[in-house]
């Protein structure tokens, strides 16, 4: 089933957010769907939560999620955990050949999702940098590169944590249970056709060179 008429806010803003090491060309800033996570973690009680929300490029929500983590031991272990949960969840929705837009509030995370997906490109698959993983995340992280690997593409963006619309399912699960019982969505987005404005959003325009540079 196809779905169309409408623009996907969480295209809206992946568009207007920064791509760490992957420069953002008007031609692939397009996405099939997008899925935006975010986790938590409360020092004070020892208690964490997931956030996940998945788009088609059409604006169709696919499913959101609230989860408590009593397990999570810090704020980087639930930020991958959220995005881990996120893109197996969109795996079961999304087909092989998807296009993935990923928007997190974690830099690092973000960073390393980009250089992961460059590296599927290369002969070698070898990053074009360092992947620098938390030692407590590296579970969460080898589950975030395979699908990474099983995607047809994937980027992510990073977002500001107070723009985050995955913010409140992670900080507050208890309040947002009931998301976690509504249906979820097969959805297949409409293809961008030949007239579909190919303008690179704001934040692309004024790149420097040298941020361009791992372009793909």
Do not use: K
Request: charged share 25%.
């Amino acid at each position: 089933m196809a779905v169309h008429g409408r623009s996907s806010p969480l295209r809206a803003l992946f568009d207007e957010s920064p791509t760490p090491h992957i420069a953002h060309p008007p031609r692939t800033h397009h996405r099939d769907f997008y899925v935006v996570t975010d986790g938590s973690y409360d020092l004070r009680s020892d208690d964490g939560g997931l956030g996940v929300i998945i788009e088609t490029r059409d604006g169709e929500r696919v499913t959101r999620l609230s989860i408590p983590d009593e397990t999570v031991t810090d704020n980087n272990v639930a930020e991958y955990r959220a995005l881990h949960l996120g893109l197996d969840v969109l795996a079961a929705h999304a087909p092989t050949d998807a296009r993935v837009g990923v928007l997190v509030d974690h830099d690092d995370l973000a960073a390393n999702v980009n250089s992961a997906a460059l590296a599927t490109r290369r002969t070698d698959h070898t990053p074009p940098r360092e992947l620098t993983v938390p030692r407590a995340s590296r579970h969460q992280w080898r589950g975030i590169r395979a699908r990474i690997c099983n995607f047809g593409e994937i980027r992510a963006a990073v977002l500001e944590s107070g723009q985050n619309p995955a913010h409140a399912l992670a900080n507050a699960p208890e309040e947002y249970a009931h998301v976690n019982r509504e249906t979820d969505r097969c959805l297949l987005p409409e293809r961008a056709t030949s007239s579909e404005a190919q303008i690179p959003p704001p934040s692309r325009a004024d790149r420097q060179a040298s941020d361009t540079r791992a372009s793909d």
